[in-house]
């Protein structure tokens, strides 16, 4: 069964930059979708971007829209998400997803779309 490991998290004043990495491990890897959501204390889990696995037109949540990006690299199971520009609100738990359904860029922002998931990385941005 394929596992999701996401790394890269921390501590980081407003304004600086994260690269958080979700690796998979334990089987076959072919998903359809992978996404990055994340959620912090007393939040529900949000919607931050999502990307075909193929590679393709990437979405993003708009409060992250030319802060962050979302990345892959096949050859090593490996999920990105580029994070630049901190702001404090951007604190929260990150989680890596996959998907092997076909969904709109609508429906991969559903949290329901996604059939697995890592632990989270936490992110702690300071003002």
């Known amino acids: 069964q394929v596992q999701l490991v996401e790394s890269g998290g921390g501590l980081v004043q407003a304004g600086g930059s994260l690269r958080l990495s979700c690796a998979a491990s334990?089987?076959?890897?072919?998903?359809?979708?992978m996404g990055w959501f994340r959620q912090a204390p007393g939040k529900e889990r949000e919607f931050v971007a999502t990307?075909?696995?193929?590679?393709?037109?990437?979405y993003y949540t708009d409060s992250v829209k030319g802060r962050f990006t979302i990345s892959r690299d096949n050859t090593k199971n490996t999920l990105y998400l580029q994070m630049n520009s901190l702001k404090p609100e951007d604190t929260a738990n990150y989680h890596c997803?996959?998907?092997?359904?076909?969904?709109?860029?609508?429906?991969?922002?559903?949290?329901?779309?996604?059939?697995?998931w890592g632990q989270g990385t936490q992110v702690t941005v300071s003002s």
């Open positions: 334990g089987g076959t890897f072919s998903p359809t979708t």
């Open positions: 997803a996959s998907s092997n359904y076909v969904c709109s860029a609508y429906g991969c922002s559903r949290p329901g779309a996604y059939t697995a």
């Open positions: 990307m075909p696995w193929s590679g393709g037109s990437a």
